[in-house]
């Protein structure tokens, strides 16, 4: 069964940076984008952004440019997200979700399986 | 970036009874909208993508359908399991963006 397995809560202190993992399995990895997308408690959704798993391309939200990086580890079907110099706001769950590539090379955009989240606190 | 204005934020309803819920683009996204439930301490769960294709697994009375940029979701027969929040993403356009969401209470 498709399963997107992240991993576990992080407190960190301001200024510093984390880096999270979203491992894949039941599916080919290749052929879903592994997209990234936080939500504050309490709050709604806000996308950060997607990495192409097989091309390693990516695209960021420009509100989180210069504060998230994806990375991509083929061999283990495992999506990183590293956030920088956290403030509190960046205090947030964070999930990781998957969308299909289309033949065209294109997202379908909506993602049929989420992991579980990670929850991030940014406390000093 | 495109917004998406859902309404209500909150509603209660009654078991059996037929709610909807609505997602406002601000420009045209050409029916490239998903919605999503998700319970408290869970992760979103899409129920429907392109406006009104349901997902599979997903029970057919929830539906979704579109008039211009109005969007929404039916949810008919209200049952327990439906008390969540609901919310609405665009996937028309980078950044994708959400609804703010709409918690749905069973009275």
């Known amino acids: 069964q498709v399963q997107l397995q992240q991993s576990g809560a992080e407190l960190v202190k301001p200024g510093s940076s984390v880096k999270m993992s979203c491992k894949a399995s039941?599916?080919?990895?290749?052929?879903?984008?592994i997209y990234w997308i936080k939500q504050r408690p309490g709050q709604g959704l806000e996308w950060i952004g997607r990495i192409g798993p097989g091309s390693g391309d990516t695209n960021y939200n420009e509100k989180f440019k210069g504060k998230a990086t994806f990375t991509v580890d083929k061999s283990s079907s495992t999506a990183y997200m590293q956030l920088s110099s956290l403030t509190p706001e960046d205090t947030a769950v964070y999930y990781c979700?998957?969308?299909?590539?289309?033949?065209?090379?294109?997202?379908?955009?909506?993602?049929?399986?989420w992991g579980q989240g990670v929850m991030v606190t940014v406390s000093s | 970036d495109i917004q998406m204005t859902q309404s209500p934020a909150s509603l209660s309803a009654s078991l059996g009874e037929t709610v909807t819920i609505e997602c406002l683009a601000s420009?045209?996204?050409?029916?490239?909208l998903a919605w999503y439930q998700q319970k408290p301490g869970k992760s979103p769960q899409l129920l429907i993508y392109?406006?009104?294709s349901l997902q599979d697994g997903v029970p057919s009375r929830f539906s979704g359908s579109e008039s211009g940029t109005q969007y929404s979701l039916e949810i008919n027969s209200l049952q327990s399991e439906d008390a969540a929040t609901y919310f609405c993403?665009?996937?028309?356009?980078?950044?994708?963006?959400f609804g703010a969401g709409t918690k749905l209470e069973l009275k």
């Open positions: 039941g599916y080919t990895f290749t052929s879903y984008y």
């Open positions: 993403q665009q996937h028309h356009d980078y950044p994708y963006t």
């Open positions: 392109d406006a009104s």
């Open positions: 979700a998957r969308s299909r590539i289309t033949i065209a090379a294109i997202s379908t955009g909506y993602f049929d399986y």
């Open positions: 420009e045209d996204i050409y029916s490239n």
